[in-house]
């Protein structure tokens, strides 16, 4: 792994591998800023990577290449007996061709996942992950159906999603009830949102409208952007912060109004933390989520003048994502694959 979402995805994996079996950390260096790694292994407790590829930024090709090369020599040298992959980042697309290709079995964790949106790379590295997979670890009851659909059933478990034991152990460090504030939690790094010129500029023109003070932690893909098109400046209903770690963010998602982001792990954050949350995006891997109204999709940001934030609570009373002891679930099924 290599990118910050997979962080927050590995740490119970690494909690609970502990107890059972030896576990080894490959960070390939996509993501390589302190804010953006250092900052996650330090506050998930999360052991140091054994090997760090130093990858950094790129085209795909170039970072791809990059991390083909060192995770084949990786592998080569150590031959593991199984390698786990996490999510749909350039970094677990790789680990997925590698490992496939030294014939090593390969779980993936977060597996079903579909936008049906190809032009997304992450939906490009989701559905060539999955079909490098051995064993399939579906988050929700949709991603099992979509595995289903592509024929991958037979290897596929409903595991539920290991975010979960992330957050409800950062929520348990956590001292005591956080009072409510009155501004809006905000992240936008998605490529289809950044990176063009016309799309961006109008995003953070409408941000700048909200009712009430949106707070923007910016990813370096934004803040880059921002800068290079002279938008990097507050204005009084936009404040823009650096990235978060991952306790900080919890807090601040804890204490805010509501949540506006095209994050996926956000998506369900604000809705454990019960917030309502405003997609930026035309489509969710995490359809569950618009099933209450709470969170909704608004690529436009049409709602933004609106108090868009009260209008519906949000209660998990399915546990959509799963309970319990997740990690622990797919590690069993990890080694019974072996026995
Ligand atoms: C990647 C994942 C995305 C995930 C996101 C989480 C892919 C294709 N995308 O997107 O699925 O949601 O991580 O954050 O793998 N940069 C820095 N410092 C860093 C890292 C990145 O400045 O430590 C800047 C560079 O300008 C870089 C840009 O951010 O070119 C994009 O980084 P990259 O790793 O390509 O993708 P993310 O946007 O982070």
Redesign the pocket.
């Known amino acids: 792994m ?4 997979q962080f927050v995805k590995l740490a119970p994996i690494a909690w609970t591998s502990k107890d059972f079996v030896s576990h080894g950390i490959i960070h390939t260096g ?4 302190p ?3 250092d900052s996650f292994f330090e506050t998930l407790h999360i052991p140091k990577p054994d090997f760090n590829l130093g990858v ?3 085209s ?1 090709a170039e ?1 791809t290449g990059k991390m083909l090369v060192g995770i084949e020599e990786i592998l080569q040298s150590h031959r593991p007996d199984h390698v786990i992959l996490y ?7 790789s680990g997925a061709i590698v490992a496939s290709k030294l014939d090593i079995p390969i779980s993936h964790i977060e597996a079903g996942l579909r936008s049906f949106n190809r032009r997304m ?2 939906e490009i ?1 989701r559905i060539l992950t999955d079909h490098c997979s051995n064993l399939l670890f579906a988050p929700t009851k949709t991603a099992m159906k979509n595995l289903h659909n592509e024929g991958l059933g037979s290897s596929s478990f409903l595991s539920g999603d290991v975010m979960i034991e992330t957050i409800e152990h950062i929520v348990r460090e956590i001292d005591s009830d956080i009072p409510e504030e009155d501004f809006i939690f905000c992240t936008i ?3 289809e949102n ?1 990176d063009n010129a016309d799309r961006i500029k109008d995003i953070i023109f409408k941000l700048r409208k909200s009712l009430v003070p949106v707070h923007l932690y910016c ?3 934004l ?2 952007i921002l800068t290079k098109l002279g938008l990097f400046y507050e204005s009084q209903n936009l404040k823009l912060f650096s990235p978060l770690n991952y306790m900080d963010s919890i807090k601040k998602i804890s204490a805010s109004l509501g949540v506006i982001t095209d ?3 956000i998506q369900k954050e604000s809705y454990i933390l019960s917030k309502s949350c405003m997609i930026v995006r035309n489509e969710t891997e995490w359809v569950e989520l618009l099933s209450n109204g709470a969170h909704f999709l608004d690529s436009d940001l049409i709602s933004i003048t609106s108090d868009w934030w009260s209008r519906v609570k949000v209660k998990d009373e399915e546990s959509l994502f799963g309970k319990g002891q997740i990690s622990k679930f797919i590690l069993e099924k990890i080694l019974n694959f072996h026995s």
């Open positions: 290599g990118a910050r979402p996509q993501h390589y800023e804010l953006l790694s950094g930024s790129g795909h970072q999510g749909d980042t350039n970094s677990t697309l790379p992450e590295n790094h998605r490529a950044t990813h370096p893909r803040r880059n994050s996926g792990g």
